[in-house]
């Protein structure tokens, strides 16, 4: 950048007629634009050419880097834990995806109408989208404790079960458990997104639709599901892409267990750098994880809008 | 009535997790004295928390309203390129540059730095930011700024006396955004924190359960768990409003 000319505070502009106030809104304009510049340079572009580079070398936490392409990316596939994590992502991304958007959309077709006390509704549904990942998996990992939570007590006052219910002792109820924490906490984050959907679409249309002598089912599926059409689109590329880098929920509520069957990819990228100490080898992870998830991202918006 | 039962036992379904962790994190009052000397002492955690949280909303409140203006309302060379590339980090999953940014912030002397934290968090917030505060500037009359120049100002007083007031509720839901990602974000503080005095709420709290320390209490970790939640369910109730423009504004779309 040649930029060498301060922006002089205050008054330089002083008595300036208007035909020349543009005159030097080029300069003027890099210089706004500038910290927003220096920041997408050092703090986004240049990682991003890092992760390349250190993909290519063997990079260990303290130490020097050593060139050794493409032994990074070819011991992937040797990996058994990262493809193991790859389809676990997979499965989680499904189930949740499909579930949180049966959910969402059923809160948001229920506090769609402004009716008396719908607002208080709508805050209730939404209130655990203010509370923060971590502390939602903290929160969980008590309640569902066997001997200091809840819901266990609950259970077997109702008769439903008479001994401690094991909530991430096997894979199928970790992922369960954790389903049902990752549901409470976007159902109603996601709820918000269809409702901007939903109220933009013109009450005129439904009104012409009932006149018609049109069903609320046909209403919803001819009318409401087709023009919500781009804000589901919206829903899923985000519930998609944030489930594919799952991380919090599995490190801090089940840990990975049992026996590594709820590890995600983003852990496995995290355990080669910080546990193994092979930033190298994680930085290749991360470079397949980035180029998958920018691939599908562009595959899906191309799609569905 | 049985739209009302519906609503209601929903409410109950998601308010329950919250009243249960706020009653069972005061069932014993000295849950709260414990987590108070944990560690470093929550004290040193909160304060790293807010200390974030003010350099985070500060400096995106500071990078995207000047951004946002240049963006609005002035033509430079490789403008678009630029807007392209700030919200090129929404397609870029940040996880896969935590590790790099890890290594670069060494570099540049900032690991283990709540600066460091700080300057990643503004990264991330950026184009959801700058999308919004382009669009709050593109929306004021270009008449209003117009008359400020004739008037003598410069463009920056006519940016710091005039405009910035008119993009005030954008600035509002920036800020909260802002606020509530760098307060409850784990993984960052996690990856770029290696030393327990730097730690913020999240990451202490979180070590709570590890069990090299012996039986886990899990009343303590409740109380973690509303010293983080409470200031956000008070932000968020009080600004609603603010936060609901933000989901409104279609910034959200990648």
């Known amino acids: 950048m040649t930029l ?15 035909v020349s106030w543009w005159r030097g809104r080029k300069a003027q304009g890099w210089l706004y634009a500038m910290p927003t510049a220096v920041i997408v340079a050092v703090l986004f572009i240049a990682p991003l050419l890092l992760v390349l580079w250190m993909s290519l070398n063997r990079w260990p936490l303290l130490g020097q880097a050593t060139f050794n392409a493409p032994d990074n990316y070819t011991k992937i ?22 579930l949180l958007s049966a959910v969402a959309l059923g809160l948001a077709l229920l506090v769609q109408e402004s009716r008396p006390g719908v607002g208080f509704f709508r805050t209730a549904f939404f209130l655990p989208g203010a509370v923060g990942f971590a502390a939602t998996s903290l929160l969980f990992y008590g309640m569902l404790n066997a001997d200091f939570g809840p819901i266990d007590p609950m259970l077997r006052a109702l008769g439903v079960t008479d001994e401690p219910v094991k909530w991430t002792g096997t ?46 089912w046909q209403i919803f599926t001819r009318i409401t599901l087709p023009l919500l059409r781009p804000t589901l689109a919206l829903m899923l590329i985000l519930s998609i892409t ?64 | ?81 630029l807007f392209l590339a700030t919200l090129a980090i929404l397609m870029v999953p940040y996880a896969t540059i935590l590790i790099p940014l890890y290594v670069l912030l060494g570099y540049l002397g900032l690991q283990n730095s709540l600066v460091g934290l700080s300057l990643v968090f503004v990264m991330f917030q950026l184009p959801f930011a700058l999308f919004m505060m382009r669009n709050a500037f593109e929306a004021i009359p ?38 509530l990602a760098s307060w409850n ?42 010293v983080m939640a409470v200031p956000c369910l008070i932000l968020f109730i009080v600004l609603q409003r603010h936060y609901v423009r933000g989901f409104m504004s279609g910034a959200l779309r990648g």
Request: glycine share 10%; proline share 4%.
């Open chain 2, 185 to 226: 974000d784990f993984f960052a503080p996690l990856i770029l924190l290696n030393d327990g005095a730097s730690f913020t709420l999240p990451v202490a709290v979180v070590s709570m359960t590890s069990r090299t320390m012996g039986a886990i209490d899990y009343g303590m970790l409740q109380a973690g768990v509303m």
């Open chain 1, 77 to 98: 596939a040797d990996n058994a834990l990262f493809v193991d994590s790859v389809f676990f992502t997979l499965k989680y991304t499904v189930i949740i995806t499909v």
């Open chain 2, 142 to 179: 270009r008449e209003l700024e117009e008359a400020a120049l004739v008037d003598g100002c410069g463009t920056f007083l006519a940016f710091t006396r005039i405009l910035l007031h008119a993009v005030r509720p954008a600035l509002i839901t920036v800020g909260l955004f802002a606020f």
């Open chain 1, 242 to 305: 944030g489930s594919l880098l799952a991380f919090d929920q599995f490190f801090i509520f089940t840990n990975g267990g049992p026996d590594n069957s709820t590890v995600s990819m983003v852990m496995v990228i995290y355990r080669a750098a910080f546990f193994r100490f092979d930033l190298g080898g994680a930085a290749a992870m991360s470079v397949v994880l980035l180029v998958a998830l920018v691939g599908l991202n562009v595959l899906m918006m191309r799609r569905l809008r």
């Open chain 2, 1 to 81: 009535m049985r739209y009302y039962t519906t609503l209601s036992a929903l409410a109950v379904l998601f308010l329950f997790p919250l009243l249960w962790s706020g009653y069972a994190s005061l069932e014993e009052p000295s849950n709260y004295v414990e987590m108070a000397a944990y560690g470093e002492g929550v004290g040193t955690y909160a304060a790293n928390s807010v200390l974030v949280a003010v350099m985070t909303v500060g400096g995106t409140l500071v990078v995207s309203a000047l951004g946002g203006y240049a963006f609005a309302r002035f033509d430079f060379p490789g403008k678009n390129l």
């Open chain 1, 4 to 18: 060498t000319v301060r922006r002089p505070r205050g008054r330089a502009g002083h008595g300036a007629p208007p």
């Open chain 1, 171 to 216: 894979p199928n109820m970790a992922l369960f458990s954790t389903i049902a924490l990752v549901l409470w906490r976007f159902a109603g984050f996601n709820m918000l997104i269809l409702l901007t959907g939903l109220q933009a679409i013109p009450t005129e249309v439904y009104e012409a639709a009932r006149s018609d002598g049109a069903n609320r």
